[in-house]
């Protein structure tokens, strides 16, 4: 279960293909080139416990760095494409990057780098990947600094992990840590053992990834699939055209998605779609956000039982795991845990019995840690079970142990002494056929504390306006009871969401909260 064992077997082997242009990076050059990494590491000095940052498009020299980071005992962070240069900068300097290895078509990058000196543990950048158009930053390239360096193992390899950070939606973003795995470089790892055993991943399996790999589950579910020898296809960027493509171009086996990505496939014109080849597909995997049942339904009809969800995080708290034929039983659940013990409780800490919603606890998790934030870190463990970790959403437990989502608590909207879920809003309001995107959330009034404002981002940027606020409205009503229902509805060209379907909803909510002392009201 490692890249070093399919380079010595079949050292000819694609271990990633960018889906576009079709450039590949065999088993054997993927191994050689990570040894090289490992001993240009060392000789930066870098060393077990250390931590390298990438700020990369989707390149094949993604996976170069991170093998070569896996087997030196080091910490990767991805940074988001998508940050400006001081929100990178504050990701370079919070985990203490030692080597950043960045690409100049990356927006910031030169603003990055007037930026060093208020980084002083950052001791190169390094830039990979194609240049494209871009201007060069004058650094010198990844693939010359390793060039020189033996393409055999380092005499001292430990096994390395990544360090992601959050989005960033609800403050600024916080590394997760868990303790470095120690062992043979080669030992399989959880997600490895569930990628074969839950998804059916092999080294026949041809994964495709369609979203940016600085997010964690593209990171790791594609390195997963070359522990296993498997092919990853990589797409540059998600469209559902593209996606149709590269599924039917490369017999795409397994993949996995944002119910985000789901909606935009499905309005994909029918025709279109059935007459796309998507036999090859075996599994099709989604995570991250909720699903509307409509939507999921939608693709179980069209791509038959092969979709399968799980919920779980970065921190490892815990997860669930649920699959088409469960999901049709119990529709909206995600799943009874494969890993940890949930717990449902109230605001004081006490477990709630089946059917009732609290804050979801996980016992038996990965120990981790907020990177240089003890105080969030000391959030997340339960008042009296302390190895009982949350993430603060919120859900209940049916009587056969079924997880169902409700909301982050962050985000529970107290109307008039009444609780209101946001997310239940949202799902209704997404397959609307005028609506391509939505948020809920509270907003202040003076008579109730707080009311229910929908932020919509119309297919038709022609249809905003009163009309199409009414139109909504009404629809909402005829599903919903009243006190869910949006009072009023505002209309944006996009909603800010990251490339991987995550809403910044925060960045919406506090344009509404201006001038309030506290975000409660």
Known sequence: MHPREHARRNPDKPAAILATSGETLTYGELDARANQGAHYLRRLGIGVGDTVAVWLPNVLAWYEVFWAAQRAGVYFTPISTRLTAKEAAYIVADCGARLLVTNPAIAGAADLLALRSELPALAQVVTAGPLGIAEPLGLERWEDVIADCPATPIADEAAGFHMVYSSGTTGRPKGVRVPLPGGEVVAPTLHTLRLRDSYGGSANSIYLSPAPLYHAAPLVYTTA???LGGTVVVMEKFTPEATLAAIERYRITLTQMVPTMFLRLLRVPEEQRLATDTSSLTHV?????PCPIPVKQGMIDWLGPIIYEYYGSSEGCGSTYITSEE????????????????????DDGNELPPG????IYFEGGWEFAYHND???????CHPRHPTWRTLGDVGYLDEDGYLFLTDRKSYMI?????NIYPQEIENLLAVHPA???VAVFGVPSAEMGEEVKAVVEPRDPAAAGPELEAELIAYCRAHLSPVKCPRSIDFEA????TETGKLFKRELRDRYWQGHTTRIA
């Open 435 to 437: 609506v391509g995107d």
């Open 327 to 346: 999901w049709l039983r119990k529709q909206g659940s995600v799943g009874r845990a494969d890993w940890g013990t949930p717990h449902i409780c109230d």
């Open 414 to 418: 107290i109307s008039g002494g009444v």
């Open 356 to 359: 009732q919603a609290g804050q």
């Open 374 to 380: 003890p105080e969030k870190t000391a959030q997340s």
């Open 285 to 289: 995997i989604h995570a991250a956000a």
């Open 225 to 227: 699939t070359q522990r």
């Open 494 to 497: 996009a909603l800010p969401r």
